[in-house]
């Protein structure tokens, strides 16, 4: 036999020589290929999963901390996955790990006003499909803060009121002087 680089000086008839080698070695790669295929093992089904996720509250403002509780229910144990993704509409909010219990949670907070449609989404495992769900957070806008300057002052500016001296004149925020 020839070795192939002397080979591919050389002809034959027609010119050919050569190509039958590497059409034989093709064919033996497709087969040697077919056969590993063939002996691959066949894909587990996986057991179908649900997801269930609630919001609590589920009308916030803005600001406040919303928890996000996800429940997936499988007949394998669904915690040994990558866990739960939340999202807010198309944006990634966070990972969460999945208990043994089914359950995973996110604590967020929002910082626009409208509705928000939260999808948790079970990434699966070995033994569990993948599966989701969706729910709303109603968010509206925060009430606004009382002034800071008087700290401990539950009513300032929403009534008028005086302050004495030792002298015992008053001086009121309406700028009344009261002599005694």
């Known amino acids: 036999m020839i070795p192939w680089r002397e080979r591919r000086g050389r002809t034959g008839r027609a010119g050919r020589t050569g190509w039958r080698g590497r059409t034989a070695a093709l064919a033996v790669g497709a087969a040697v290929a077919a056969g590993v295929v063939g002996v691959a093992p066949a894909a587990v089904a996986l057991d179908p999963s649900t997801t269930t996720v609630q919001a ?6 803005t600001g406040q901390l919303v928890t996000l509780t996800a429940t997936v229910t499988c007949t394998s144990d669904p ?3 990558l866990g739960v993704t939340f999202f807010d509409g198309p944006d ?3 990972t969460a790990p999945v208990g043994t219990d089914g359950v995973s949670t996110l604590t967020t907070g929002f910082t626009t006003t409208g509705t928000h449609t939260i999808t948790a989404a079970y990434n699966g495992d070995d033994g569990c499909g ?5 729910t709303d957070v109603t968010v509206s806008e925060a009430p606004p803060t009382p002034p800071s300057n008087t700290p401990g ?3 300032c500016g929403l009534i008028d009121f005086g302050v004495g001296d030792i002298h015992n004149e008053i001086n009121s925020h309406n700028i009344t002087t009261v002599n005694r």
């Open 153 to 155: 002052c539950l009513l």
């Open 92 to 94: 990634l909010l966070a």
């Open 79 to 81: 915690s040994t996955g």
């Open 130 to 134: 993948a599966s989701n769900d969706t």
């Open 56 to 61: 609590s509250p589920a009308s916030a403002t």
